[in-house]
């Protein structure tokens, strides 16, 4: 589980976020909705130890990650838009080289990169260098390192940017049996359409700040809309 409490972050006379709070349960996929430079990815570069906050609080599994971020780093797996490929290396090879820097034994490695190759359909390119890998290869390798270690917890942020319609579907898929062995899922995006068919909870954030949290139906329900698109921009007005 993830709780959030009171973060606040400055970038000299820019605040990206200005007391965000919220939580994120297991066996949930939770999304963080919000436009471009609402503080969706300040806020999660500081849960998996990215940035430093300039107050406030966020545990991972009941881990401070202020006060113990290798620590909470072991309960968290993390996935961004950037995925940082090594070209010369194939994607077994990358995989393995997280788990390395993860100090997990060599048997651990490798039945878990065998498990990863398989649960991904990465039998195709497991073998084969990054270098003209597609956007969703390139994405499957970077869930599969981000996985390596079996983290409780998993950071997404805009996992889908960039992606044709089969590879989105087959993250979901993907989120989905995530879900299902009751892992703690936070993702961030500006799609609604992809918080919409993901996710069992949305935190509406603007600006810096949270200004809700539930379930879609208790969105809807709460704004009077039919959408989500309706209702996000029904919240983020009434808070200006």
Do not use: W
Not at 29 to 49: C, E, F, Q, V
Not at 87 to 97: F, N
Not at 109 to 138: C, F, H, N, P
């Amino acid at each position: 589980m993830i709780e959030v409490d009171g973060l606040r972050k400055r970038f000299k006379q820019v605040r990206a976020i200005d007391g965000v709070s919220f939580s994120a349960r297991d066996g949930a996929i939770t999304g963080l909705l919000g436009h471009n430079g609402a503080g969706k990815s300040t806020s999660l570069r500081i849960l998996y130890g990215l940035l430093t906050a300039d107050s406030g609080s966020a545990l991972v599994d009941g881990i401070n990650v202020m006060n113990e971020p290798q620590k909470a780093q072991e309960n968290i797996g993390v996935m961004t838009d950037a995925h940082g490929l090594y070209p010369r290396l194939t994607a077994r090879e990358h995989i393995e080289y997280f788990a390395q820097l993860r100090k997990l034994d060599k048997s651990i490695i490798d039945k878990r990169t065998e498990l990863l190759i398989e649960q991904l359909a990465m039998e195709e390119i497991a073998d084969r260098r990054a270098e003209g890998y597609s956007q969703g290869e390139k994405m499957k390798v970077c869930l599969a390192r981000s996985l390596i270690h079996n983290p409780q917890n998993i950071i997404m942020d805009e996992p889908t940017n960039g992606l044709d319609v089969m590879t989105t579907r087959s993250v979901r898929t993907i989120l989905q049996t995530l879900k299902d062995q009751n892992k703690c899922i936070l993702l961030s995006s500006h799609i609604m359409q992809e918080i919409s068919a993901l996710c069992d909870e949305v935190i509406v954030i603007s600006e810096g700040k949270v200004l809700m949290q539930g379930s879609l139906d208790a969105l809807l329900t709460s704004t009077g809309e039919s959408d989500l698109e309706e209702a996000f921009m029904s919240i983020t007005r009434a808070s200006r």
